[in-house]
């Protein structure tokens, strides 16, 4: 089979993200020293915490959120990597997005059906939902020998 199935963050929209929030900081940061007026400064400092916290994303851009190959799955989990090979699956799917909070993800169960595993999918990641449908559903279809 071809190249091995990955997503990645969007290291560009977190880019963009990272200094519009780290700009946006620094000038209500100069209004609440010029105007002394505390509201700015408290909107100065939720745009810089929000800014660093994006730039997290861009820290780890290079490795991947998700890999499916010939092999099986692997997934960045809460405490590092997870590797599944397809026969230790039992169920993969890609769960659409439900209501505003909830993106889209695709989500892997092991074939006991006690643990399972999600990777988030959308507009911060370099693949869509409906691509990823495809990718792993051939992949699946290749590796049932």
Same mark, same amino acid.
């Given at each position: 089979?071809?190249?091995?199935?990955?997503?990645?963050?969007?290291?560009?929209?977190?880019? +963009?993200?990272?200094?519009?929030?780290?700009? *946006?900081? =620094?000038?209500? &940061? $100069?209004?609440? #020293?010029?105007?002394? @007026?505390?509201?700015?400064?408290?909107?100065?400092?939720?745009?810089?915490?929000?800014?660093?916290?994006?730039?997290?994303?861009?820290?780890?851009?290079?490795?991947?959120?998700? +890999?499916?190959?010939?092999?099986?799955?692997? *997934?960045? =989990?809460?405490? &590092? $990597?997870?590797? #599944?090979?397809?026969? @230790?699956?039992?169920?993969?799917?890609?769960?659409?997005?439900?209501?505003?909070?909830?993106?889209?993800?695709?989500?892997?169960?092991?074939?006991?059906?006690?643990?399972?595993?999600?990777?988030?999918?959308?507009?911060?990641?370099?693949?869509?939902?409906?691509?990823?449908?495809?990718?792993?559903?051939?992949?699946?279809?290749?590796?049932?020998?």
């Amino acid at each position: 089979m071809d190249d091995a199935f990955e997503i990645r963050r969007r290291t560009g929209l977190y880019l +963009v993200l990272v200094l519009l929030c780290l700009a *946006l900081a =620094g000038g209500f &940061g $100069w209004l609440a #020293l010029d105007r002394r @007026e505390p509201l700015h400064g408290v909107i100065a400092g939720v745009l810089l915490v929000l800014g660093l916290n994006l730039a997290r994303g861009l820290r780890d851009a290079r490795t991947p959120l998700f +890999v499916a190959d010939d092999h099986g799955v692997r *997934l960045r =989990g809460e405490r &590092g $990597w997870v590797g #599944l090979l397809w026969s @230790e699956l039992g169920e993969i799917k890609v769960e659409p997005r439900e209501g505003v909070r909830h993106d889209p993800r695709i989500k892997v169960v092991s074939t006991d059906g006690r643990r399972f595993y999600t990777s988030p999918l959308g507009l911060a990641t370099s693949s869509s939902p409906q691509e990823a449908e495809v990718q792993l559903a051939r992949r699946r279809e290749a590796a049932a020998y």
